[in-house]
């Protein structure tokens, strides 16, 4: 069974905002495959899904972004799911907004819902989606700056952008993770 993690943060008041576009990439492969995440275990949100291609499950992290890793952890380990079965899809201020970039390990960087992750798994080495958010205009915070909706004109290419990750993820499912990265990074 591949897992499929988007980070976001919990709550109304975070819906549709750029720290939550892997809620977004998960929510759209949920209403893809008929599948609302209705179920709660150790503080995420999830579906299981049986797919002619392979079985998944879908998580949000109920957390908030900066604990992300206590609910990865369990439900990995609840799941039986090991680390290549697994990938993270999250924003990242360093790409351009809407450019994906798909890898099988690396640091956490800035982002502190990766951070947590990497510190509950003991690894570095579990594929990720970066969605990228792009970095604000001016002297704007980053809390700010993430914790902000998209603009009116972002707004398609957000939701286009979310939907190259939902498309990696599918085909993840029955594919190696690197010939899925070759294929989006080259886009």
């Known amino acids: 069974m591949k897992m499929i993690v988007g980070l976001g943060n919990p709550g109304r008041q975070y819906e549709r905002t750029r720290h939550n576009i892997g809620f977004d990439a998960v929510d759209l492969l949920a209403d893809r495959w008929g599948a609302p995440l209705n179920q709660t275990k150790y503080n995420g949100m999830f579906a299981t899904v049986h797919r002619p291609e392979g079985k998944a499950l879908l998580v949000k ?105 939902a498309d990696a993820c599918e085909a993840f499912l029955s594919r190696e993770f690197l010939d899925i990265m070759n294929e989006f990074n080259a886009r």
């Open 61 to 165: 992290p109920l957390t908030y972004m900066n604990l992300s890793g206590e609910c990865v952890r369990p439900m990995m380990d609840y799941f039986d799911i090991a680390e290549e079965d697994l990938v993270v899809i999250y924003d990242d201020l360093d790409l351009p907004p809407g450019k994906l970039r798909l890898r099988q390990k690396g640091s956490g960087g800035g982002h502190n819902g990766m951070k947590s992750i990497i510190r509950h798994l003991g690894t570095q080495e579990f594929n990720r989606i970066r969605v990228g958010i792009g970095r604000p205009d001016g002297p704007m915070a980053i809390t700010d700056y993430v914790l902000s909706r998209f603009t009116k004109e972002e707004e398609p290419v957000m939701q286009e952008a979310a939907g190259h990750a």
